[in-house]
């Protein structure tokens, strides 16, 4: 097992954003999860990079506690996560903002700025663009890259393909399985179900911090708590508007 999570909980005042939830990943797969709005996944995702402290719970990985390490150390240790704001420096190249992932791994510059060509490539960018002229798919892509220089063994995608058209999303799906197969174990939060159906074979579902359901793609979206999860609290919110003024 390259990742073990267990009874994950995360409270902000007496909010708990993360009510106890667990993941289990083994090296090599591509585990979806999904949620809706507000779940906690983004907050979930925090606790595995080591950029919030979790409650509680414990986050095994490849056999070492990390669960109250920095994020330098989860980077280390080879947890890498997209931000769903991506985290450019806008003054900066493509290749430049990627170097600075690749510094973490090599420190001589010559060595990173090797790696950072390397990821830009295989990602499909142009290193000498500037990042402010990058439109959205650009910048999902950068920020995959940025991530990869740090040559993570797991992935942590959250959100990276939002806001891409059906075409966009496609390529980025070719892009997620390019990098699968360079050996990268990848968890990928995704709203866009043809992702999770394309690259996924097994799903986790988020609900009020919780874990809701769990199996194959078409197990969960067939699951009555999902169902519920996603189209009950849009139902309510709708009918509340509708109701008392
Ligand atoms: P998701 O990624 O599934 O949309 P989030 O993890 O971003 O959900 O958020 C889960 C809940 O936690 C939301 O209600 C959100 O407002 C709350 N939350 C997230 N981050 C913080 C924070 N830093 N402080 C307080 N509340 C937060
Ligand atoms: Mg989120």
């Known amino acids: 097992m390259l990742l073990e999570a267990s009874e994950v909980s995360k409270a902000f005042g007496n909010f708990w954003a993360v009510a106890g939830a667990d993941l289990n990943v083994e090296e090599g797969e591509i585990v979806g999860l999904i949620g809706p709005n507000g779940a906690g996944k983004s907050t979930f995702f925090n606790c595995l990079a080591g950029d919030m402290a979790p409650t509680d719970g414990r986050i095994v990985f490849d056999g070492v506690d990390l669960t109250r ?74 920020e995959i890259a940025r991530v990869l220089a740090m040559q993570p063994r797991l992935l942590l995608l959250d ?66 708590a999902v169902i519920e999860a996603y189209l009950g609290r849009g139902t309510r919110s709708h009918s509340r508007e509708r109701g008392n003024p």
């Open 159 to 224: 959100e990276a393909l939002a806001g891409l058209t059906p075409m966009e999303v496609r390529e980025a799906i070719t892009l997620v399985r390019r990098i699968h197969e360079t050996g990268v174990t990848i968890v990928i939060v995704e709203h866009i179900m043809e992702v999770i159906m394309t690259l996924t074979r097994r799903v986790l579902v988020f609900n009020q911090g919780h874990v809701i359901a769990r199996g194959t793609p078409e197990e969960v979206v067939a699951d009555e």
């Open 69 to 142: 390490a920095s994020p330098e150390a989860h980077a280390r240790a080879g947890i890498g996560r997209t931000f769903q704001v991506p985290a450019t420096f806008e003054d900066m190249s493509v290749l430049d903002n990627v170097t600075v992932g690749a510094f973490l791994r090599h420190p001589h510059r010559g060595d990173a700025r090797e790696r950072a060509r390397r990821v830009v490539e295989l990602t499909g960018l142009r290193g000498e663009q500037s990042a402010r002229s990058l439109g959205t798919p650009g910048r999902k892509r950068l």
